[in-house]
């Protein structure tokens, strides 16, 4: 009887791995040429395709035995021409002499291989009518094996969602918290994929709710990045560490909102997650729902507590990244922030540099004052090398930006540095022109040099004072005694 064994390592039946013999090669190399396949290397795939899993391979060797049978009977038909009845081919196979005809030799049964392909055939194929397991495990498969992969059958069951399996495999003995690759327990293999039924047989079997792979992420946090709500209900029900840190410095909330599952974070939030733990990059679960524009998620966050101001290492709030969301139109999170209360930093500067004119507006309407940030903090490539710090008006010559200038001029929203020092920036001026920016030094020219006056000096020191904010402004100017004509320039 000829024998089949996987080459290399083993691994499942959809990778369609090649097959050798181990006696004869013939009959695969018959079955290649009954289909008109050639021994091209361009045809290989197709000729792997043909004897892929081992019910075909024990199909295409049938055939050739009873086309040999045919044929030799043929042959010898008698003197008339009448052909001999041809006899009845078998048609059943018993799951367990599958196995041991093509796995492997029947005089080196290798347990590993059996095992595994039992497995993995058994949740395939959906018409064989016995269970191969029972009976590989009966007669002394070691249900503690590995493969090339380090996954044990176990790991494969849990993976597959097979209880039944799972529940043969714990009564023989199978090592409950085996680490496979990367170190994922069958606890974690059964939390990433969903399956709460056996993540609850697995825990009445001694697996530890909190084990951790090599990552540091436990089965609450497998569940919450692919997304399995009952599961991480379950997990949490059970008592799984809600705050547990991967070596990234994630919890199952960030994870949660990284996701974007409004479901998962609410049930964290619910069972006492730290809603402003950081991760080793700074970011909070606000940055994240930011980042992803989430404002459903934002808003559960904030209402739990959250952080508005919470700046990672690159110095990107949640409302820096809001304001990236807002290049067409008002992104909600946005908005949202504002209206919480967010303090507004260089995210003013950014949305000059982006040249947004309305987010600009919203911005000093809910507060923003004119302040000098570290050039550094923005994405401009070329900058004159004697400016550290930058004003909004700053930004908006050196981006060319002159509706956003002129309007801060309307309003007088500068800051000390825009009045003493950038009229008379010559150096900064030649930047501008070597750079082909000549709009931005006629409007120097023409409303920055000179002498201030006095009107505008005093319009401009009010309106610092007052503030720029919209509904406040209007009460402070209306309250403050000033001649009609100066409190219309300050509300225009």
């Given at each position: 009887?000829?024998?089949?064994?996987?080459?290399?390592?083993?691994?499942?039946?959809?990778?369609?791995?090649?097959?050798?013999?181990?006696?004869?090669?013939?009959?695969?190399?018959?079955?290649?040429?009954?289909?008109?396949?050639?021994?091209?290397?361009?045809?290989?795939?197709?000729?792997?395709?043909?004897?892929?899993?081992?019910?075909?391979?024990?199909?295409?060797?049938?055939?050739?035995e009873c086309l040999s049978a045919h044929?030799?009977?043929?042959?010898?038909?008698?003197?008339?021409?009448?052909?001999?009845?041809?006899?009845?081919?078998?048609?059943?196979f018993e799951p367990e002499d599958l196995l041991l005809r093509c796995c492997v030799q029947s005089t080196n049964i290798n347990h590993v291989n059996i095992l595994e392909k039992s497995l993995l055939m058994f949740a395939k194929l959906k018409d064989v009518s016995d269970d191969p397991v029972p009976h590989l495990i009966v007669t002394g498969a070691n249900v503690n094996c590995v493969n090339a992969l380090n996954d044990s059958p176990l790991i494969l069951a849990c993976a597959m969602g097979n209880i039944t399996h799972v529940k043969l495999l714990l009564e023989a003995g199978a090592k409950v918290e085996y680490p496979g690759k990367d170190g994922d327990t069958p606890l974690i293999h059964a939390a990433r994929r969903g399956h709460t039924?056996?993540?609850?047989?697995?825990?009445?079997?001694?697996?530890?709710?909190?084990?951790?792979?090599?990552?540091?992420?436990?089965?609450?946090?497998?569940?919450?990045?692919?997304?399995?709500?009952e599961t991480v209900i379950f997990l949490l029900q059970e008592g799984a560490s809600v705050n547990h840190v991967n070596k990234s410095g994630e919890t199952a909330l960030m994870q949660a909102v990284c996701k974007r599952s409004l479901d998962i974070t609410r049930e964290l939030i619910h069972s006492g997650?730290?809603?402003?733990?950081?991760?080793?990059?700074?970011?909070?679960?606000?940055?994240?729902?930011?980042?992803?524009?989430?404002?459903?998620?934002?808003?559960?966050?904030?209402?739990?507590?959250?952080?508005?101001?919470?700046?990672n290492v690159h110095n990107k709030s949640a409302l820096w990244f809001a304001v990236c969301h807002s290049v067409i139109s008002y992104s909600p999170c946005l908005r949202l922030l504002l209206a919480s209360g967010a303090c507004i930093g260089s995210e003013l500067h950014q949305a000059v540099t982006v040249g947004l004119m309305h987010v600009?507006?919203?911005?000093?309407?809910?507060?923003?004052?004119?302040?000098?940030?570290?050039?550094?903090?923005?994405?401009?490539?070329?900058?004159?090398?004697?400016?550290?710090?930058?004003?909004?008006?700053?930004?908006?010559?050196?981006?060319?930006?002159?509706?956003?200038?002129?309007?801060?001029?309307?309003?007088?929203?500068?800051?000390?540095?825009?009045?003493?020092?950038?009229?008379?920036?010559?150096?900064?001026?030649?930047?501008?022109?070597?750079?082909?920016?000549?709009?931005?030094?006629?409007?120097?020219?023409?409303?920055?040099?000179?002498?201030?006056?006095?009107?505008r000096l005093c319009l401009i020191v009010i309106s610092k004072n007052i503030g720029f904010q919209s509904k406040s402004r209007k009460l402070k100017v209306e309250s403050s005694g000033l001649p009609r004509v100066f409190q219309k320039l300050l509300l225009s």
């Open positions: 009887m000829t024998s089949w064994r996987w080459r290399g390592s083993m691994e499942p039946l959809d990778n369609r791995p090649d097959f050798v013999s181990e006696t004869n090669g013939n009959q695969i190399v018959a079955a290649k040429d009954a289909q008109g396949i050639d021994s091209s290397p361009t045809n290989q795939r197709n000729a792997n395709e043909l004897v892929k899993d081992t019910l075909l391979i024990i199909s295409v060797q049938d055939a050739i044929f030799e009977r043929v042959a010898r038909n008698d003197e008339n021409g009448n052909r001999p009845v041809t006899a009845s081919r078998r048609t059943h039924h056996i993540v609850q047989l697995l825990l009445e079997s001694g697996a530890d709710i909190d084990g951790a792979n090599t990552h540091m992420d436990t089965p609450l946090l497998c569940a919450a990045q692919y997304k399995k709500v997650a730290e809603v402003n733990a950081v991760d080793y990059l700074g970011n909070n679960a606000l940055i994240n729902a930011a980042r992803l524009d989430e404002a459903k998620i934002m808003t559960l966050l904030i209402e739990s507590g959250a952080f508005l101001n919470q700046v600009v507006k919203v911005l000093v309407e809910h507060g923003a004052t004119p302040r000098l940030i570290n050039l550094s903090q923005l994405s401009i490539r070329s900058f004159p090398v004697h400016i550290q710090q930058v004003s909004p008006l700053t930004v908006a010559l050196l981006t060319q930006r002159l509706d956003i200038a002129r309007n801060f001029m309307d309003i007088g929203f500068l800051t000390d540095f825009d009045l003493r020092c950038l009229p008379y920036d010559d150096k900064l001026k030649c930047f501008l022109k070597d750079n082909a920016k000549s709009e931005s030094v006629n409007f120097m020219n023409n409303n920055l040099a000179g002498p201030w006056s006095l009107e």
